[in-house]
């Protein structure tokens, strides 16, 4: 398989493979919402008929107790490696909708760059996989099996899929997974994520009295529960911006000194991103740096907070109840139960007598950390030094994919996280959007890493 073959191929096809993007696009897989539970289901069917179009031996939907995984695969040869790709597509809620500049299930093509909910989170992602495997399949020029599972439920924790993982050990026998679900650093500066964070997500209410309450006729006396709540959060963090939860950072892995000095070599300006953000500073924990407060270090952070009265006007209350979503970025070897719990205790140790704390666990997720020093990494590496003329940066991302650490655990397999996308296309975000450089690039890169890998496998 030649570049200026595969080249061609995209060049030939690149209007159609927009196209299909856009189909999928279309649908509204929104994992979070059972409003959408039909669409969910109907972009499983589209994505099932996609594979089935580019030739595997068979693909079939597998229902789960949430919403189905899309299960594909062509054997060649027994004897050859077997890559098994992940994905998801399922996409977050579109809201805020008033804030997109299109509408999120019509893509738009704007600025070399296609707009819509799931554009780079995960579909076009997952999809240059379709498109690059049809290109070798067109070309006789499969080197390895191919296996895909394509999920529906990441956006909300992967909790089936873990199920689906552990029954089916055999059917996903493989030599290495390929995630192409993370970002490189910019278009001229290629990168492979070799870190996810894991996850700890609690929800937490605050009781005060047992109704709402005139604040004139109360205030002063009986505590405020969102007076608390927020007297509570403010002290999660110290002065050197350091997590307060007893105990959180007792397992955190130290970095050191050699593998920081490494990895600030990686280019990142730290002007750049401020001014792309609209902030004037940021505020990592004390001693290190920007990069390394979202990769190295666990974080922690609002995600939402209510109570009390929100409507127009002034409505004087005391209110009844306050409640905020919290959640910590996990670095290696902090454990998600263990930090729900120490939270869960930190949380009712700081509240006053006067309120009543309940804690509610979300879906968590453990951290990885990805070798470089097998043939999954180099494979993908070499693949992007093809296509991009540039080695690719080996970097630590601040995102979670809780799968991937069930992946190691019940499949004994490593996830090469090769992906695409920019930090600046917005997923989870209004106008999130995908660049159709980083589109088709993917779909260059992946023949090769295909080949290398069984290249590197062989030997
Ligand atoms: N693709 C993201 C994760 C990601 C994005 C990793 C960018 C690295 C760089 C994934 O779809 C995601 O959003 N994961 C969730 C976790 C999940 C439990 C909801 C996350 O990180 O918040
Ligand atoms: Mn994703
Ligand atoms: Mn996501």
């Known amino acids: 398989m030649e570049i200026t073959d595969v080249r061609k191929y995209i060049t030939e096809n690149e209007e159609r493979f927009l196209n299909e993007l856009i189909s999928l696009l279309k649908i509204p897989s929104v994992s979070a919402d059972s409003a959408y539970d039909k669409d969910t289901q109907r972009c499983a069917e589209h994505v099932k008929q996609s594979l089935l179009d580019v030739g595997v031996d068979m693909a ?30 399922d996409v977050q809620p579109a809201d805020p909708v008033e804030l997109w500049s299109s509408a999120p299930f019509d893509p738009e093509i704007r600025d070399g760059k296609i707009f819509a909910r799931g554009s780079a989170d995960d579909k076009g992602q997952f999809y240059m996989h379709v498109k690059a495997f049809e290109m070798m399949n067109k070309m006789d020029a499969l080197p390895c099996n191919v296996k895909f599972m394509i999920e529906g439920e990441e956006e909300v924790g992967s909790s089936n899929l873990g199920h689906f993982v552990k029954a089916n050990k055999e059917k996903l026998k493989a030599d290495v997974i390929v995630i192409s679900d993370t970002s490189i650093i910019d278009n001229d500066t290629p990168s492979i994520t070799v870190g996810l964070r894991g996850l700890s997500y609690v929800e937490v209410e605050v009781t005060g009295p047992s109704k709402d309450l005139h604040s004139g006729v109360y205030g002063g006396a009986v505590d405020n529960p969102v007076n608390v709540l927020c007297e509570m959060i403010a002290s999660l963090k110290d002065e050197n911006g350091s997590i307060t939860v007893d105990g959180f950072y007792d397992k955190v892995e130290i970095v050191s000194a050699e593998d920081r000095a490494m990895m600030a070599e990686a280019p990142f300006d730290l002007n750049d991103y401020m001014k792309a953000l609209d902030v004037d500073a940021v505020r990592p924990e004390a001693g290190y740096s920007a990069r390394e407060g979202t990769s190295i270090r666990p974080s922690l952070d609002v995600n939402g907070i209510w109570g009390g009265y929100i409507g127009e006007g002034a409505k004087t209350v005391l209110p009844s109840k306050a409640y905020a979503k919290i959640s910590m970025r996990l670095v290696p070897h902090q454990e998600p139960d263990e930090i729900t719990a120490l939270f869960d205790a930190h949380f009712r140790k700081i509240a ?108």
């Open 60 to 89: 079939e939907i597998c229902q789960t107790d949430g919403h189905p995984i899309v299960y594909a695969e062509k054997m060649i040869d027994p004897a050859k490696p077997t890559i098994l790709v992940y994905g998801h597509y």
């Open 352 to 459: 006053p007598k006067s309120v009543k704390i309940n804690v509610t666990a979300h879906h968590g997720g453990e951290p990885v950390v990805i070798p470089t020093d097998n043939p999954g990494y180099q494979a993908a590496s070499l693949a992007m030094e093809k296509t991009f003329g540039k080695r690719p940066i080996p970097e630590r991302g601040g995102g979670s994919i809780p799968i991937v650490a069930l992946f190691e655990k019940e499949l004994g397999l490593k996830s090469i996280l090769m992906g695409f996308g920019l930090d600046s296309d917005d997923i989870h975000s209004p106008d999130e959007h995908y660049g159709i450089f980083n589109y088709l690039k993917g779909i260059e890169t992946i023949p090769f890493f295909h080949k290398y890998f069984a290249e590197l496998s062989a030997k």
